[in-house]
């Protein structure tokens, strides 16, 4: 059963939902930021949370400020991070103190939280899909310069078309992070998870790909 919490941020607020697992047994509780382009309950998110929500997770989908507001251009940064602490925040005022508590998200919501994994916020885990790494056409304006302070755990999927993440560079910047990090290259998907007809597979073989790698990832967190 799903619950939504207005959730304050600064003098502003907006909306989070709250699903818990539709497994016997929740394994953790991921809060799940949304790209640039998209809200918390677009297609990709939802399909992201469903997945993940049969395989013991439960899910905190919000809107950033912008996105609340019906606006189409992005919050700077600071603010980005800002809300998913203050969702973080209510979601452990009301679910007391989950764990593992994971964040990330897609996109531009996984980049603001590994921000936040960089400045050593307090969470167990950080689950990353499609990482930006550069943007398209530009793959020497990487957005990776705080990867290296990230001291969390990390799993990250991108496709291996996706023109927001060149595989190479990618794993050229792996070899400065420290922290353990997964890297799940998705073969043929795009960096919206998409799959071409012609590559045998659907973008819902690919979706369930990630949350079955995930809750393999959840397993070994909790040991």
Not at 37 to 63: K, P, Q, T, Y
Not at 74 to 95: C, F, G, Y
Request: net charge neutral; with cysteine.
């Amino acid at each position: 059963m799903s619950v939504e919490w207005r959730v304050a941020v600064g003098d502003d607020a907006t909306r989070a939902v709250y699903e818990p697992a539709t497994t016997e047994k929740q394994a953790a509780l991921f809060i799940m930021a949304h790209g640039a382009g998209g809200n918390m309950s677009d297609r990709a998110m939802l399909a992201a949370a469903n997945a993940l929500r049969a395989r013991g997770f439960g899910v905190v989908r919000f809107n950033f400020l912008y996105k609340e507001r019906g606006s189409g251009r992005p919050d700077q940064m600071p603010k980005l991070m800002d809300t998913i602490t203050a969702v973080v925040a209510r979601a452990r005022e009301e679910l007391g103190a989950p764990h593992p508590l994971i964040i990330g998200g897609r996109s531009m919501g996984g980049r603001a939280a590994s921000m936040l994994a960089a400045e050593g916020f307090d969470a167990d885990g950080l689950l990353l899909l499609a990482y930006p790494l550069h943007p398209p056409g530009q793959p020497t304006k990487l957005r990776a310069e705080h990867l290296p302070r990230i001291r969390m755990p990390v799993i990250c999927f991108n496709g291996t078309r996706d023109t927001f993440c060149t595989p190479d560079i990618m794993e050229r910047v792996l070899t400065t992070v420290t922290t353990s990090w997964e890297m799940h290259w998705i073969e043929g998907a795009d960096h919206s998870f998409h799959v071409l007809k012609s590559s045998g597979r659907t973008d819902a073989a690919v979706v369930n790909e990630m949350a079955d790698a995930s809750a393999r990832w959840v397993e070994r967190l909790v040991g």
